[in-house]
């Protein structure tokens, strides 16, 4: 009987802190695989001082012991990979393994992405580095994938017939394609820089269950974020539920074990789209600098607001959680009142679920005392008395234990629950 695989998962709209306890429970596990999204995924992980922001490669590589995958649900921008994240570290070889059956994101999928946002009457606002055109190239079956860059000449061949097939719509954009012998050379810099991490990632992991290796799988963005459960079309382009790293990376479902779902002490959102508790005033902004609310990959300003106990339990149970690890505890420091929305006001009545149309409801708030000061705090009985009311509301309103609570971006501020 082979060991299941540990999951993180985003219970929001991304931007949870999932970086810090994937780097967290990496310490202990063996493999760290990343199953769905691109480099749109930023993750921010603080260690003694130091900050490391990661995009696609997984958040256990700060643990010189783990393996990391980058599993086929992913598309990889090689660019990104080489040039923003793989020079940060010493040689990886042995250590980072990629899907051959992963798709590419190339340097004309952000072009297309960043036409499209500009010619939308109603931005979506996408992150602009070429995400969703990478996965409409996969589903309408004209992507390329990472394995193909073993061989580049034929590639190149294939991305020209593409071009040509596409050449009024580029020109409507106004995007400029490359050179074939352009082309062929910068595909030869990707395979060379590349070529040793690709492999089967799907053999790779069924072999380390089997084998017994503990084996963590690490979500991108968030539940609120899924192309089919998510606020759409306010979405990404990917699903990212637990459900997503079945397909991501080759498991069934009988090969998932404990889910973690990461959900900050409050709410926040990047981009576009509905945001029932969002709060437009003084404690927005507060939030927002106190937890320093900036996109990791884009430096965008998070919108803010206070915890959507409706919609984290929803996401709770989509995802399967066994347990919530509460992050950003100490953002709330200070506050003399904290919000909670426990109820949506919808079509006239109360409801106290997910409905269709997000963009209809209005939040009800049930109203907590606040704390002096969480910071730091490694234990959780020395918690102040406040604070642990409020965790212990949160548990009854999303019908999930919290097991985790992080009382600062350091990695060693962490309280492991009893």
Known sequence: ?????????????????????VDHMA?????????????????????DGKKYALHLIPSGVLNPKAINIIGNG?????????????????????????????????????????AKEK???????????????????????????????????????????????NQVIFSVMEIETPSKEALLALLKHYQNELQEYIVDTTQLVWKYLHDEKKVLLEGAQGTMLDIDHGT?????????????????LGLSPKDIGKVTGISKAYCTRVGNGP????????DGERLAEVGHEFGTTTGRKRRCGWFDAV????????????????????????????????????????????????EAVKPIYKHFEGWDRVEGIREYDALPTKAKEYIKALEALTETKIGIISTSPDRKDTIIVK
Not at 81 to 97: N, T, V
Not at 148 to 164: G, T
Not at 275 to 282: L, V
């Open 1 to 21: 009987m082979s060991r299941q695989a540990d999951m993180i998962v985003g219970l929001q709209w991304g931007d949870e802190g999932k970086g810090k306890i």
């Open 74 to 114: 992913v598309v990889v921008s090689p660019e990104n990979l080489i040039d923003k994240e793989l020079k940060q570290f010493a040689d990886m070889k042995g250590r980072l393994f990629i899907s051959d059956k992963a798709h590419l994101l190339l340097p004309y999928h952000a072009q297309i992405d960043q």
């Open 232 to 248: 759409y079309p306010y979405v990404t382009s990917s699903n990212t539920v637990s459900a997503g790293a079945c397909t991501g």
């Open 311 to 358: 919609a984290a339990k929803h996401a709770s149970r989509l995802n399967g959680c066994d347990q919530i690890a509460l992050m950003k505890l100490d953002v709330l420091d200070g506050f003399e009142e904290i919000k909670v929305c426990v109820g949506y006001e919808f079509e006239g009545e109360e409801i106290d679920y997910v409905p269709y149309d997000l």
């Open 119 to 165: 010619l939308r009457k109603k931005a979506i606002g996408t992150t602009g580095k070429g995400i969703g055109p990478a996965y409409t190239d996969k589903i309408t079956r004209v992507g390329h994938r990472v394995g193909e860059l073993h061989h580049p000449e034929k590639l190149a061949d294939k991305i020209m017939n593409y071009f040509e097939d």
């Open 275 to 282: 945001f029932p508790s969002e709060d437009f005033g003084k």
């Open 27 to 47: 310490q202990t596990h063996d493999v760290v695989c990343r199953f769905a999204g691109g480099h749109n995924a930023g993750h921010t992980i603080v260690v």
